[in-house]
């Protein structure tokens, strides 16, 4: 991913600040949007694309710390790099315990900064990408029908088809054609393969109505 392809959000109070950070990320060839407040952050909606937060800590109203773990709670999932002037073990300890990719006192070394950002933009790129992938194999398990769902079940917990077919009542040559049709639907062309995708799926769930 290049820098274009991403955008950096910068929320600080302080307008120095914020020029400063502009003209840094900008020279690294980041895309950069600047807030003067989380509230001014809140309100903008186009967080499309791969990208960064940017947060001062300590900030009038809603302070960064609070700013991101109302975050978190939404499901905004942004990576962050808080910045602060008078930060302390505990703040750091709470901001990381957060999530934080990292955590930099003010004032910064250029190069600390471009690496605190170029780490949580990769974070975000893995998280989409991971995300996607888990968009796919649900799309795919859609399907299924209730019968190829049910013998998946056996199979990606190792059992021979015979056993399956003990398991579920069915002859063994139809637990076959089960079998070989959820394979070519969910574009597994192996046992491992399956195996994998019911991993995602056990850990991400499909919730909405099928």
């Known amino acids: 991913m290049t820098p274009v392809d991403a955008t950096v959000y910068v929320v600080d109070d302080d307008v120095s600040v914020r020029r400063g950070l502009d003209r840094l990320l900008r020279s690294a060839g980041h895309r950069v949007v600047t807030f003067g407040s989380a509230r001014e952050f809140l309100e903008h909606r186009d967080i499309v694309r791969p990208s960064c937060l940017v947060l001062d800590i300590r900030m009038p109203g809603q302070n960064g710390l609070d700013l991101h773990e109302s975050l978190v709670a939404a499901g905004r999932d942004i990576p962050v790099v808080f910045i602060t002037g008078n930060g302390d073990i505990p703040m750091a300890v709470r901001a990381m315990k957060a999530g934080a990719v990292d955590f930099l006192a003010k004032p ?6 471009l690496d605190a950002v170029a780490a949580a933009l990769e974070r975000d790129r893995i998280r989409r990408r991971d ?14 029908t209730p019968r190829e769902r049910q013998v998946m079940d056996h199979v990606a ?12 009542g069915l002859s ?17 062309r192996t046992v491992a393969e399956l195996v994998r995708i019911a991993a995602i799926l056990r850990a991400h769930p499909i919730r909405d109505p099928i």
């Open 108 to 113: 910064f070394r250029d190069q600390d900064m």
């Open 131 to 144: 995300l996607q992938e888990v968009r796919r194999v649900q799309d795919l398990y859609r399907r299924l």
């Open 157 to 168: 917990a190792g059992l021979m088809n015979k056993q399956i077919a003990g398991e579920i």
């Open 172 to 188: 063994e040559i139809t637990v076959k054609i089960h079998r070989s049709n959820l394979m070519r639907k969910l574009e597994a």
